[in-house]
């Protein structure tokens, strides 16, 4: 699952106590593995060999720079919905060759910079969005790759939340399947650009592999209709939303979707066609965990509450989703490591805890009625899984400042993005000569 694991009744991340480095770095703290990171982006890439797809790593999932360029240098190709994330993917030194940018809403300089970088693909997603692309490509004299989004109005099943299903009829994203041919043919004939390749995303995260099936299929028909038009498509990009394992066996293995996912798209494969596909979460969830420490512990009703000093500012799946996250201390009382991911119901030296944060919001917790060891002010506790869409959606609400995040890489341990300051803060509010 990931390198974060117990040692003798205390939690290490690879070869380093996670205690010493929350000693060290203090809290909150997101510690990441290099490891596992890696290791989950060559596994992804091993399941679909066969089809040989450009993996390219969804950085709205986690978007600091040295894990960028980490991946980078393991292979991977980033998937851009900004243009700051692309901003990010090539400081990072990513080969623009194997960058992608999609995004309902890129603005006209967004477009400009796309285009002036020579990225691989712009995967455009309304026929307004081509027309400006083409006169942007005009005034600049080059001929950017391109592919149109499509909705194939495919519902990714009951587990993917409705407010991360981006597939099915009526939604932002995309154009509608039964207009994209015609699209995609009259675009073929504009000069300024170079129409290169279909693209789907059907939501996040998806524990039906089959759902898969059913969106390429949609997508081979299409291409199908173009090649009966003369019109060639050259690349399907298949999206993201492969799910995680936020608790023990808790989703499809990265084989069970190739095995829906590769015999579809074989023969376009074997014809010369390119497969792209962007994985987010499925390799990040696991390389990280969030680090927080409790500030106080108390009664509200009959419920036991530990306060601690990470919440929504820092960590908002929980607030928004209803999302769960495995939390454990990292030196448990009496050594009571657990014996697996999943939510304990209960056991000996457990007690019930609502785990809240310290932000000014009644929906502010990591965790409700979770059985833990007793807790006391000062425990450190973990908040496993916390690689995807942790960091990359913090915020500076109640004027918090965002946490720090350090890189662990066997036995070392280092930042990679130092904590906030007041100063920070406030930095891009102070005028000129710092009076107000």
């Known amino acids: 699952m990931d390198s974060f694991d117990y040692k003798d009744g205390v939690l290490y991340c690879e070869d380093v106590s996670v205690d010493e480095i929350a000693q060290r ?46 991946l980078g240098r393991a292979g991977a190709g980033i998937d851009t919905v900004s243009g700051g994330e692309l901003h990010r993917a090539i400081t990072a030194g990513v080969d623009v060759d194997r960058i992608v940018f999609a995004g309902v809403g890129k603005s006209e300089q967004e477009l400009r910079t796309a285009v002036a970088a020579g990225i691989r693909s712009i995967n455009v997603e309304s026929e307004a969005e081509l027309e400006l692309l083409s006169a942007i490509a005009a005034e600049e004299g080059r001929r950017p790759r391109v592919a149109i989004r499509v909705n194939p109005d495919v519902a990714p099943g009951d587990r993917t939340p409705a407010k991360t299903t981006t597939g099915t009829r009526g939604n932002k994203f995309g154009v509608d399947i039964e207009d994209a041919a015609d699209l995609f043919e009259r675009a073929t004939r504009d000069e300024n650009l170079e129409m290169d390749g279909v693209h789907i ?65 074989q023969d376009f494969v074997d014809a010369g066609g390119k497969v792209v596909m962007e994985p987010g979460r499925t390799i990040a969830a696991n390389s990280a965990s969030l680090l927080t420490t409790v500030l106080y512990v108390k009664k509200a009703g009959d419920n036991n509450v530990a306060v601690v000093d990470a919440g929504m500012s820092h960590f908002v799946r929980t607030a928004i989703y209803g999302s769960s996250h495995f939390i454990w201390p990292v030196k448990p009382a009496d050594g009571l490591a657990p014996e697996s991911r999943d939510m304990p119901e209960e056991g000996p030296g457990l007690t019930r805890y609502d785990v809240a944060g310290p932000i000014c919001e009644s929906s502010d917790y990591l965790g409700k009625a979770r059985m833990l060891p007793g807790l006391k002010r000062g425990d450190v506790l973990c908040v496993f899984s916390t690689g995807a869409y942790g960091m990359t959606m913090a915020s500076n609400y109640n004027s918090q400042p965002r946490p720090a995040e350090v890189l662990v890489d066997g036995d070392d341990a280092f930042l990679i993005r130092r904590r906030e300051t007041y100063e920070d803060l406030i930095a891009l509010e102070m005028p000129d000569d710092g009076r107000l």
């Open 25 to 70: 770095f203090g809290t909150p703290l997101y510690v990441y593995s290099r490891d596992t990171l890696i290791d989950h982006f060559a596994r992804f890439a091993k399941a679909f060999e066969a089809i040989d797809p450009l993996v390219c790593f969804s950085v709205k999932a986690l978007s600091n720079m040295r894990l960028l360029a980490e």
């Open 201 to 265: 995303h059907l939501g996040s995260p998806i524990f039906l592999p089959e759902v898969y099936g059913l969106g390429i299929d949609r997508v081979l028909a299409l291409v199908a209709d173009l090649a009966a038009r003369g019109v060639k498509v050259n690349t399907i990009n298949i999206g993201g939303g492969y799910a995680a394992e936020y608790e023990s066996d808790s989703a499809p293995s990265w084989d069970d979707y190739a095995a829906v996912i590769c015999p579809k798209l």
